[in-house]
Structures are given as C-alpha cells and as structure tokens.
C-alpha cells in the first residue's frame, strides 16, 4: 500500500486547510486511516483516525471542532478539514493505514510521505 497526502499549504490564523490522502496497490476493504502531525523538534502525534465504515471517529482534544476527518472508499481516499487553523497546527502532515489497527498510537503498517501546513498569526 502506498498512501500520498496533499492539500497542504500556507495560510494565515482562522484559515482552512483541507488535507487529502490517496491510498494506491490495492483497495483499503477495512482498514483503518488516521492523520498524524509533527512539529519541527517535536515527537509525532495524532490528529485524527476513522474506521472503514466511518462509525468509528477519533479526534485529538487540540483539533476538537475545528477538524474533521472523512473518506471515501469509493476512491481510497481519507480527507482532513481543517478550519480555524492556528499557529500551532504548523507541522508536516502524515496519513496512515492499517488493517486491524486504529488507536492515536504510531501502530499504523503505512505511511504517506507528509504534507506541511504552515500557519502564520
């Protein structure tokens, strides 16, 4: 499986992102997708995960309301809105996939090269 992320850019505080991650080699049938974050000098940390089915939805307490995730299988796709963007969201994005895992650890079997998000004040 290999995952490619996009959307990121350079936007000022109160901005929107939306991050995109397109999963290719084979369809992701119940696997598990997540976004992870990480700051220059900083240890890698979860944003966000979502089941197959999308019952399943997990967010950071920093990104509560303001981030949303979602997918669409039809194109093994995984999405990350991100509106009211903070200086503090600055960091390179990663999306992640696995097939029996979805937690807010670094469990993930895949791993997408990284998108940055940069937000200025």
């Known amino acids: 499986v290999q995952l490619q992320a996009s959307g990121g850019g350079s936007v000022q505080a109160g901005g929107s992102l939306r991050l995109s991650c397109v999963a290719f080699?084979?369809?992701?049938?119940?696997?598990?997708m997540g976004w992870f974050r990480q700051a220059p000098g900083q240890e890698r940390e979860f944003v966000a995960a979502?089941?197959?089915?999308?019952?399943?939805?997990y967010y950071a307490d920093s990104v509560k309301g303001r981030f949303t995730i979602s997918r669409d299988n039809a194109k093994n796709t995984v999405y990350l809105q991100m509106n009211s963007l903070k200086p503090e969201d600055t960091a390179v994005y990663y999306c992640?996939?696995?097939?029996?895992?979805?937690?807010?650890?670094?469990?993930?079997?895949?791993w997408g090269q990284g998108t940055l998000v940069t937000v200025s004040s």
């Open positions: 992640a996939t696995d097939p029996s895992y979805i937690g807010v650890g670094l469990h993930y079997a895949y």
């Open positions: 080699g084979r369809t992701l049938r119940s696997y598990a």
């Open positions: 979502i089941s197959w089915s999308g019952s399943s939805i």
